[in-house]
């Protein structure tokens, strides 16, 4: 950030009184610009023994495959927001149902949080940013190309709890991958 959205005037980068972190502070108005972690929501939507994957058709990641997730908007739930990112990928309404796996993801400074769901009928099309939205059964799941590790991690452990017969909730963090 260089200008404030409050007065236009330039921003400097220093820890405001009563704070303990830095922050873009206005030079002008003093408004403090506050930069937080994205949330992610989504889900794994259920159709009998199949679970719904969308084709990226915008980076990062373009053509990989994906749960149908994306950024919360202002105003909206966590469920809210698992929902029409839902139907805006893959023109699919769901149920959501229980918590399954909440992933940090600090190197990015996003949060995913993704629900179990049910299919309400399995008629899916891609949408805008979707290339494709297709109906997976776990052995045709397209693993060398999952765009995500919070979607690879997750949908390991779904298959994992599904073969136990009992879904638990899952939580942990991802971490750069580390180059050579």
Known sequence: MKFCSNCGSSLSVRVPP???LQR????????????NPRMVVGCIAEWEDKILLCRRGI?????LWTVPAGYMENGETTF????????????????????YALYNIPHISQVYILFRARL??????PGAE???????????????????????????HYFADRRQGKYSFH??????????
């Open 24 to 35: 873009h502070v206005c030079d002008a108005c003093n408004t403090i610009h506050y930069q």
């Open 120 to 125: 309400l009928d399995p008629a899916v099309r």
């Open 59 to 63: 980076e990062p990641r373009y053509g």
């Open 18 to 20: 009563g704070d303990t």
């Open 171 to 180: 939580m942990g963090t991802i971490e750069p991958v580390k180059k050579r």
């Open 130 to 156: 979707t290339l494709e939205a297709r109906l997976f059964a776990e052995s045709d799941i397209p693993w060398e190309e999952i765009a995500f590790a919070t979607v690879r991690n997750t949908l390991t």
């Open 80 to 99: 809210d927001g698992a929902v029409r990112e839902t139907l805006e990928e893959a023109h699919a309404r769901v149920e959501i149902g229980a918590l």
